[in-house]
């Protein structure tokens, strides 16, 4: 079983931000091989708007137990500093960082594209080598 976690803006209720992670793992179909790992907003809270102290003890524990990290950047709808933090955490680790850079023109993303193992464009593309990697790991 491969664990992947996702890093990147929080969406769900309350928000007018897509839903990123759903559609990647609805793009995915069905993977019996995969654990996903999503940080997501406590019940009650808007995205964006939460105490982290309630969540953060709670991602880095998946970000700890997880063996890739699908992280989606988008400054069209957040800064994303947190996933930012994440990715030094698990790049720190070792860990194999599959980055979807939406804002490919922003030079202030540099850095965690130079630490991701690869930058794609779009989730399918995400998806792909989601695939491509999880089968290695299995």
């Known amino acids: 079983m491969v664990k992947i976690y996702t890093a990147g ?50 991602d880095l524990a ?7 990290c699908v992280a989606l950047f988008d400054l069209k709808y957040a800064r994303c500093l947190g ?14 960082i599959i980055m979807i850079d939406k804002s ?9 594209r130079s630490i991701a193992t690869c930058v794609v464009d779009s989730i399918p593309h995400a998806a792909d080598t989601i695939l491509f990697v999880a089968d290695g790991l299995c």
């Open 9 to 58: 803006y929080m969406a769900g209720e309350g928000s007018d931000r897509p839903n990123w992670r759903e559609a990647l793992v609805q793009e995915m179909g069905v993977c019996d091989h995969i654990t996903w790992l999503h940080p997501g907003v406590p019940p009650g809270q808007i995205p964006g708007q939460g105490d982290p102290r309630t969540y953060m003890p709670r």
């Open 83 to 96: 996933a930012a933090s994440e990715l030094g955490i698990l790049f720190q680790q070792r860990k194999p």
């Open 104 to 112: 490919p023109d922003i030079g202030s993303l540099d850095f965690q």
């Open 62 to 68: 998946q970000i700890n137990s997880c063996d890739i």
